[in-house]
T-cell receptor, first 110, second 116 residues
């Protein structure tokens, strides 16, 4: 079945450093979504990417969808303590369900 | 005002008991889901309902039985609870199915189940 892998599992950064998490799928995806879960909270939708090679920005967050639509990345510029949480990618292909990656837990030292 | 609400938030119970978790969404969405999040934070889909009909049923023990009385509600009943059932259970809803453009999931706040 469809598998979505995410690396790294954990990342500690100093406040102000950049952070990137990578997502790879075993199959071609029709779309990919990103979610953020704060400690003790629930996953909250950040963005959806649909087109091959698509790049979207939300303030300090940059999301990319690979040309082959099998991988994606989330890059945060100049992390802040409010960025702390677990970032999940979730991919789906037509006729299949949304499969979540294992998540990357981001810790930011002030 | 909460878009997706689930109750209870916390549930501590003994092995062998039966328990239910309720979920309601007021977003007018057609599709609802149950996800299980284990201690390692893996989010695994358990069930999905579209317009009250079961469309996804992952490899979940048949001790778990979802029930959707209407589009706005999806409840989860668990029989004969086991230690391994301890997890956070999230209900979610989406306008359509996840593979179409309106597939964004709205999650409830979660129900933390602890089986002793």
């Amino acid at each position: 079945g469809q598998q979505v892998m995410q690396i790294p599992q954990y990342q500690h950064v100093q406040e102000g450093e950049d952070f990137t998490t990578y997502c790879n799928s075993s199959t071609t995806l029709s779309n990919i979504q990103w979610y953020k879960q704060r400690p003790g909270g629930h996953p909250v939708f950040l963005i959806q990417l649909v087109k091959s090679g698509e790049v979207k920005k939300q303030k300090r967050l940059t999301f990319q969808f690979g040309e082959a639509k099998k991988n994606s990345s989330l890059h945060i510029t100049a992390t802040q303590t409010t960025d702390v949480g677990t970032y999940f990618c979730a991919g789906s292909n037509a006729g299949n369900m949304l499969t979540f990656g294992g998540g990357t837990r981001l810790m930011v030292k002030p | 005002d909460t878009a997706v609400s689930q109750t209870p938030k916390y549930l501590v119970t003994q092995m062998g008991n039966d328990k239910s978790i309720k979920c309601e969404q007021n977003l007018g969405h057609d599709t609802m889901y149950w996800y299980k999040q284990d201690s390692k934070k893996f989010l695994k889909i358990m069930f999905s309902y579209n317009n009250k009909e079961l469309i996804i049923n992952e490899t979940v023990p048949n001790r778990f039985s979802p029930k959707s009385p209407d589009k706005a509600h999806l409840n989860l009943h668990i029989n004969s609870l086991e230690l391994g059932d301890s997890a956070v259970y999230f209900c979610a809803s989406s306008k359509g199915l996840a593979e179409i453009l309106d597939g964004e999931l709205f999650f409830g706040e979660g129900s933390r189940l602890t089986v002793l």
